[in-house]
């Protein structure tokens, strides 16, 4: 079985990858019988040069491997056939600017296997760049909240090396007595606790952090079941509310009236109460100033977020009277950083942790007739149609139905 490494064409580029050297090395050492190529690339995080001192081949031939594997979509003219992939296609939520990707990959009698749904049995991800998300996340809005009330100016996380070179510049940070309001408890609202823990801020309770004034700053994390609450009345949970997230509404209003600060690492799913309104954000109680929104859905959930924002511009400003887009600086703005691809400006670190979610999970599957059914559950395309799985998908290949603009 020979896996080629791809280089990465998309605009603007992506420097990670899913396999470090330090990984190809551990996979081959585990699986012998493997053959690893990698395509020659100026903009990857390792260099070319870096593989070849793992003895790793270094070669343009990725038409010689069965397997080849990238982090974001490839562009059409570079997809060869009757080949395996792997690469987020941005297909699954009927995306229609990668709609002409997937017909392509269908053509071409491609078989595409999505990152995004390599899974477990009971559904969880495997392999995900979120912890990085809510790690760089949270750098970026703590940054965002010293440059918005101008208290100090953290450097950007793109110009830093890594996961400790990011918390060595937090913690030179003194912030006031600030209330932070973190959304989120799986992969991107832990990796933005890593970082408000690793600043010694302290944790409380959602009753203290509600009802009670500190004199240091405090974060509260809280999930699903803390911000939405059942229509009737009726006691809810976590579990009822995944299950009829229609049956709830926000509850989190009473957050934004005493937050300074608002992490946004939560998953938003169909049908779930947007967490608060363009109204609500109109309030004279409303207090958030600044919004990190790691999750960055458009339009939804978080109303500030009118738009992604990007690595090299990632802050502006939400004017909550006129709805409108403005400078961040402006005394009524909301600062709003909403980032899309975050994982992008630590590419090494979160290299690092993909390969080796990627080893464990998925390299195995290759090699034990998918016992575990990996390798099924993320196929979406094989002999030139889309799986069973993937079916629904049928009519936005053909030009028919609503299709998705995120």
Same mark, same amino acid.
């Given at each position: 079985?020979k896996f080629?490494i791809?280089?990465?064409r998309?605009?603007?580029?992506d420097?990670?990858?899913?396999?470090t050297?330090d990984?190809c090395?551990?996979?081959?050492a585990?699986f012998?019988?493997?053959?690893?190529?990698v395509?020659p690339?100026?903009?990857?995080?390792?260099?070319d040069?870096?593989?070849?001192?793992?003895?790793?081949?270094?070669t343009q031939?990725?038409e010689n491997c069965?397997v080849?594997i990238g982090?974001?979509e490839v562009?059409?003219e570079?997809l060869?056939?009757?080949k395996?992939?792997?690469?987020?296609?941005?297909?699954?939520?009927?995306?229609s600017?990668?709609r002409?990707?997937l017909?392509a990959?269908?053509?071409?009698?491609?078989e595409?296997y999505?990152?995004?749904?390599?899974t477990g049995v009971k559904?969880?991800r495997?392999?995900?760049?979120?912890?990085?998300?809510?790690i760089?996340?949270?750098?970026?809005?703590?940054?965002?909240?010293?440059?918005?009330? %101008?208290? +100090?100016?953290?450097?950007? =996380?793109?110009? /830093?090396?890594?996961?400790?070179a990011?918390? &060595?510049?937090l913690r *030179?940070?003194?912030?006031?007595?600030i209330k932070?309001?973190?959304?989120g408890?799986?992969?991107?609202?832990?990796?933005a606790?890593?970082m408000?823990?690793?600043?010694?801020i302290?944790?409380?309770?959602?009753?203290?952090?509600?009802n009670k004034?500190?004199?240091?700053?405090?974060?509260c994390q809280?999930?699903a079941s803390?911000?939405?609450k059942r229509k009737?009345?009726?006691r809810?949970?976590?579990s009822n509310?995944?299950a009829?997230p229609?049956?709830y509404k926000?509850?989190?209003?009473?957050?934004?009236?005493?937050?300074?600060?608002?992490i946004a %690492?939560h +998953?938003?799913?169909?049908? =779930?109460?947007y /967490?608060?309104?363009r109204e609500?954000?109109? &309030?004279?109680?409303? *207090?958030i100033?600044?919004?990190?929104?790691?999750?960055?859905?458009i339009?939804?959930?978080v109303?500030?977020?009118?738009r992604?924002?990007t690595i090299?511009?990632p802050?502006?400003?939400y004017?909550?009277?006129?709805?409108?887009?403005?400078?961040?600086?402006?005394?009524h703005?909301?600062?709003?950083?909403?980032?899309?691809?975050?994982?992008?400006?630590?590419p090494?670190?979160?290299?690092i942790?993909?390969g080796?979610?990627?080893?464990?999970y998925?390299?195995?599957?290759f090699?034990?007739?998918?016992?575990d059914?990996?390798l099924?559950?993320?196929?979406?395309?094989?002999?030139g149609k889309?799986t069973?799985r993937?079916?629904?998908l049928?009519d936005?290949?053909d030009?028919?139905?609503?299709?998705?603009?995120?």
């Amino acid at each position: 079985m020979k896996f080629g490494i791809i280089r990465e064409r998309k605009n603007p580029p992506d420097r990670r990858v899913v396999l470090t050297p330090d990984a190809c090395k551990k996979m081959l050492a585990k699986f012998p019988e493997a053959e690893i190529m990698v395509e020659p690339s100026p903009i990857r995080v390792y260099t070319d040069e870096e593989y070849r001192e793992h003895g790793l081949n270094v070669t343009q031939e990725m038409e010689n491997c069965d397997v080849l594997i990238g982090v974001k979509e490839v562009p059409i003219e570079y997809l060869i056939p009757n080949k395996k992939y792997f690469f987020f296609s941005h297909t699954i939520k009927k995306q229609s600017y990668n709609r002409n990707l997937l017909r392509a990959v269908l053509e071409k009698n491609i078989e595409l296997y999505d990152h995004e749904v390599i899974t477990g049995v009971k559904g969880q991800r495997l392999v995900a760049f979120g912890r990085y998300a809510g790690i760089v996340g949270a750098y970026n809005g703590l940054r965002t909240y010293g440059l918005k009330l %101008g208290l +100090f100016q953290l450097p950007k =996380a793109e110009t /830093l090396a890594d996961q400790q070179a990011l918390i &060595s510049e937090l913690r *030179k940070v003194k912030l006031p007595n600030i209330k932070i309001i973190l959304t989120g408890r799986g992969r991107v609202g832990n990796g933005a606790k890593e970082m408000l823990d690793a600043m010694d801020i302290k944790k409380v309770g959602v009753a203290d952090f509600l009802n009670k004034t500190f004199q240091e700053p405090v974060y509260c994390q809280i999930d699903a079941s803390e911000y939405n609450k059942r229509k009737d009345g009726v006691r809810g949970n976590k579990s009822n509310f995944f299950a009829h997230p229609e049956e709830y509404k926000s509850n989190f209003f009473r957050f934004a009236k005493v937050s300074d600060l608002y992490i946004a %690492g939560h +998953f938003y799913g169909d049908m =779930a109460p947007y /967490l608060f309104t363009r109204e609500d954000a109109k &309030s004279p109680d409303f *207090k958030i100033k600044v919004v990190a929104d790691i999750s960055c859905d458009i339009d939804g959930p978080v109303a500030t977020t009118i738009r992604p924002s990007t690595i090299a511009d990632p802050i502006y400003g939400y004017d909550a009277l006129t709805e409108t887009e403005v400078d961040y600086k402006n005394p009524h703005a909301i600062a709003v950083m909403a980032v899309d691809n975050l994982p992008c400006e630590l590419p090494r670190d979160a290299s690092i942790g993909f390969g080796e979610a990627f080893v464990k999970y998925v390299i195995p599957a290759f090699f034990n007739g998918d016992e575990d059914g990996v390798l099924e559950r993320a196929r979406m395309t094989k002999n030139g149609k889309l799986t069973k799985r993937y079916s629904y998908l049928q009519d936005y290949v053909d030009g028919l139905g609503v299709v998705n603009s995120e």
